[in-house]
């Protein structure tokens, strides 16, 4: 034993050797890899928020050099202004809808797209389309089909004789907030299809054919067999779902401004509408910080999820 | 650490090479006009003959009209702003406090200005005393009609008075099928607050007093307000209309009357496809009045250039103010106002176009313009946003024409608490 250490020891050490061993050279090529990716979330996230919070805490209009601290006016300015509540609640509206609506249509698509049929391959890629698109693209797409004169949409009722002059959908408030929702599920279906896709080709084919056997129907399928297989995607998808349309801008800007009015004024809308239309940067920051607010907690979620390993 | 090294020193060498090629202009010109295809080659024109006269390099930095003072406001305030800049004349208050803005009467001296520009267009630049811009074009907006459309409608004579208008409006929506006889703008506050602010003019209303009171709630502008709702409400004029919407249905023969200013004949030769065969339908009208041997109204309008330089500096020989000197040429002046259907801004070069028949019957028709009062005020933006809110909100049907004044009045007096005027 004493003679192998010997001849261990007698080996020549390279003079670039660390002295924290291999764990320790594996940890500083982690960290050297991390690199860039932490400079761009420095740049790019980090560095623009913290901004954004300390602005918040000043008064900084274009008519002003440079801000003036004032502490938390703004925040008290925002809890008396009604503008920014309808802002949250019209998002809150907005949320809801289009989560609820692309889990309904993506798990759906899944559904149909996981059955055995001819030209189903061809059909999944035509599925992506929406999602290879670019968002303002799909929204220019949209407001044509909801356009007042040219659409589509009127056109089609108008043959069907259901309407009998073309209807300004995109200027009513429940038209315009029905069509920001419907773009934005026809553009999120293709991401929740492909998880909901990925979970059921996990599911034991076997045990559905067994249930059937038993006498299931579909309903009874879909309720007792395919959704708690789906639970730990389910839960994913509406998290993530619920993150993405917290944070949607370009659509709703590209299709309605954020009008008729302030009927699809979303909080990233208002958040624009201050810093760009009213040029008001510390009201803006304020009210971005607050819509940072919002998303933490299913961001939290999220990170818990992904943590324990969902 | 050699190849990190390496990694560095090639980024160095890039971006001195990338920042070396954003230099390599002489001077940076921001402009509107150049992102609009009707325009486009005219001001590319005009920077080309000025490199070959004065061996100087413009690189022209386009974007849409409804994009440049946010643009600005962002390049001001990561100190990334152009040496020119095109402004519509209501943007200059909302500049007039950033400090590397040049005052250009100490360029090229007060004295100089006022002889070589019109009166009315060197004022639309001038904030209390400081010559903040330079006027490029100017002219008014004004009712234009598709004369076209009037006859199809069996219209002779452009309508006088309102009522007039209507019973016009009335005969194009029966005539001409599929048709918006009045392409009111009704989305863009921007462009609402235009269409508003002329109609309550018309029914001798007004929005904000020269003491900067604000004294929409009137019956002359609630007046104003509900006829505009039920232009909406009878299919005479239609939702989801913005100004370049507005030139396409009436350059397409979709519509009869709209308001703007006079460059609309070049945006009317560009939609329609005709090219100048389209000018005969081009017809500028005075704005109906409320009752007849009333003065018919229109909105002062203009284009205007403003120089940035570090501690707002400048000296006659820098480029930048060789461009400027170079665009108020009466070579520049007598050939790019005409070509953008506009009025120059020189007292030799109005002089030089007085027999352009189209600039001479749209000055008759608009007569004497008055000044935007909104615009003149540095929270302009804020201002406009309410108006057009409000506004818009009554001619969706979202309340009533009453509420919305109300609210109007209520808003606009909040938010003038901390207006300035420029005068």
Redesign the interface.
């Known amino acids: 034993m004493a003679v192998i250490e010997n001849n261990v020891g007698a080996y020549p050490v390279s003079p670039h050797a660390n002295r924290g061993g291999l764990k320790a050279g594996q940890n500083r090529i982690g960290l050297l890899l991390l690199l860039p990716a932490a400079v761009a979330f420095a740049a790019v996230i980090l560095y623009p928020f913290l901004s954004a919070l300390g602005l918040s805490l000043f008064e900084y209009t ?4 440079e801000p003036r601290f004032i502490g938390f006016e703004n925040f008290y300015k925002i809890a008396s202004d009604p503008d920014v509540w309808a802002a949250f609640w019209t998002t809150a509206i907005y949320v809801a809808l289009t989560t609820t609506g692309t889990l309904a249509a993506g798990l759906g698509w899944a559904l149909i797209m996981n059955q055995p049929f001819a030209g189903r391959a061809v059909l999944r890629s035509m599925s992506l389309l929406p999602w290879v698109l670019p968002s303002t693209v799909s929204a220019f797409i949209w407001g044509w089909i909801f ?3 040219y659409g589509v949409l009127n056109a089609f009722l108008m043959e069907l004789g259901l309407i009998d ?1 073309p209807q ?1 959908w ?4 429940e038209g315009a907030m029905l069509a920001v929702v419907l773009t934005k599920i026809w553009l999120s279906i293709p991401l929740f299809m492909s998880f909901f896709l990925a979970g059921l080709q996990n599911l034991d084919k076997e045990q559905i054919d067994a249930a059937r056997v038993d006498g299931a129907g579909n309903w009874a399928v879909l309720r007792d067999h395919i959704l708690p297989h789906l639970r730990p995607v389910l839960m994913i998808v509406v998290v993530l779902g619920v993150i993405g349309n917290l944070q949607q801008f370009d659509t709703i800007y590209a299709l309605t ?1 954020g ?4 009927a699809t004024t979303v909080l990233s809308v208002e958040v624009y ?1 201050r810093a ?4 008001d ?1 510390g009201f803006a920051s304020a009210v971005g910080v607050l819509w940072v607010a919002a998303l933490l907690p299913p961001a939290f979620l999220y990170l818990r999820m992904l943590v324990k390993g969902n | 650490m050699n190849t990190f090294t390496r990694l560095i020193g090639t980024a160095a060498v890039a971006l001195a090479l990338g920042s070396g090629a954003a230099k390599a202009a002489d001077l940076s010109f921001m402009s509107f006009t150049y992102a609009e295809e009707a325009n486009k080659a005219i001001v590319q024109g005009v920077l080309d003959n000025f490199q070959k006269a004065e061996k100087l390099t413009v690189e022209p930095l386009g974007f849409a009209w409804g994009d440049m ?2 643009n600005i ?1 962002l390049r001001a ?1 990561s100190k990334t702003l152009p040496d020119i800049a095109q402004l519509s004349e209501r943007w200059l208050p ?2 007039a ?3 590397n803005l040049v005052d250009l009467n100490t360029v090229y001296g007060k004295d100089k200005l006022e002889a070589a520009f019109a009166p009315d267009a060197l004022a639309m630049g001038n904030i209390n005393g400081k010559q903040l811009a330079l006027p490029l074009l100017s002219g008014s907006i004004g009712m234009v009609a598709n004369r076209e459309v009037l006859t199809k409608a069996g219209i002779n004579d452009a309508p006088k008075t309102v009522d007039d208008f209507k019973k016009a409006l009335v005969a194009v929506r029966d005539k001409v099928p ?1 048709s ?1 006889p009045y392409s009111m703008a ?4 921007g462009s609402i607050l235009i269409d508003f602010m002329v109609w309550n003019w018309v029914h001798g209303g007004r929005i904000i007093d020269d003491a900067g009171k604000v004294v929409v709630d009137s019956r002359q502008s609630r007046d104003a307000l509900g006829f505009m709702v039920g232009l909406l409400k009878d ?1 005479l004029a ?3 209309i913005d100004r370049p919407d507005s030139r396409r249905l009436l350059a397409q023969g979709a519509s009869a009357f709209y308001l703007d200013a006079p460059q609309t004949r070049t945006f009317l030769r560009d939609f329609s496809g005709k090219g100048q065969a389209f000018d005969a339908n081009v017809l500028p009208m005075p704005t109906p009045v409320l009752k007849a041997g009333d003065k018919p109204v229109s909105v002062q309008w203009g284009h205007l250039l403003v120089q940035f330089a570090a501690g707002g500096k400048a000296k006659a020989d820098d480029p930048a103010d060789k461009f400027l000197t170079y665009i108020i040429s009466d070579k520049v002046q007598t050939d790019l106002p005409l070509k953008m259907s506009a009025l120059p801004v020189t007292k030799s070069a109005r002089a030089a176009v007085a027999d352009d028949a189209y600039l001479k019957n749209w000055s008759a028709a608009t007569g004497d313009a008055r000044r935007n009062e909104v615009g003149i005020w ?1 929270n302009a ?2 201002l406009t ?1 309410i108006i057009g ?1 409000e506004v ?2 009554a001619l ?1 049907g ?1 309340k009533s024409a009453d509420d919305a004044i109300k609210s109007m009045q209520a808003r606009l007096t909040t938010s003038m608490e901390k207006a ?1 005027k420029s005068e």
Do not use: C, H
């Open positions: 274009v008519e002003m050099m356009n007042s004169r002059y300004a995109l200027s009513t408030p401004g009008g008729p009015v302030r509408r760009f239309e009213q040029w940067i | 003072q946010k406001f305030r909302t500049f406090s950033l400090d599929n918006v009704t989305k863009n506050n299919r239609a939702p989801e540095s933006a804020d946003n809110e818009q909100g969706l979202q300035k």
